[in-house]
């Protein structure tokens, strides 16, 4: 397959459907190094490319045991993703942490409502709230948490997390303390009867 790609310096990819294990992939005639558990799917890099160069991908089976469903070019444009880079940094939210489970931050926008994607992965552990108000928190990219901010100008957020279980665990353990202190109580009573 041949391509030629538009834009200054490309970043491309190739995402590959089926099973990639028993193939070789060259790109403009170098056999490419890649991991085989990128291959479900997955997005494997081919390298870089200027305006206007040539890329010739081949896929070589190596074995009988092999299958392609799918294969799709990508490309990213540098200076595009410079740009939104900058955009997003302009946003960026520095959280401090207040204790090992609270953080909180501030940030600005400027829009009326925004959407605020976390690095953190999902858990229903966390609570977050905007301006003192709890929001709800949206599942982004089916692993990453996000909240939707409403207003532009400046907003405080925090963050808190409390693991699953911790709060049953935490009555649970002070009601063993409670028992143990009932049972040492009446055992030291009996020994001090007797």
């Known amino acids: 397959m041949n391509l030629r790609l538009k834009g200054q310096k490309m970043h491309i990819y190739i995402s590959c459907g089926g099973n990639f294990e028993n193939v070789k992939i060259y790109v403009n005639g170098n056999l490419l190094e890649y991991k085989p558990t990128c ?17 010739n991908v081949i896929i070589e089976p190596v074995s009988d045991r092999f299958a392609v469903t799918s294969v799709y070019l990508y490309y990213e444009n540098e200076d595009a993703l410079k740009k939104h880079y900058e955009i997003l940094s302009k946003n960026e939210v520095k959280l401090k942490e207040i204790s090992g489970r609270k953080f909180e931050g501030t940030f600005n926008t400027e829009n009326d409502r925004t959407y605020m994607v976390f690095s953190i992965p999902y858990d229903e552990g966390f609570t977050i709230s905007v301006d003192g108000e709890k929001v709800d928190i949206i599942n982004v990219s089916d692993g990453f948490m996000g909240v939707e901010i409403l207003g532009s100008g400046e907003h405080i957020i925090k963050l ?35």
């Open 39 to 55: 291959n479900y799917n997955k997005m494997i890099p081919l390298g870089n490319v200027i305006k206007g160069e040539k890329v």
């Open 160 to 194: 808190s997390f409390i693991p699953e279980g911790f709060v049953v665990g935490a009555i649970i353990s002070i009601f063993g303390i409670f028992m143990f202190v009932i049972w040492e109580k009446i055992t030291t009573r009996n020994l001090l009867d007797e």
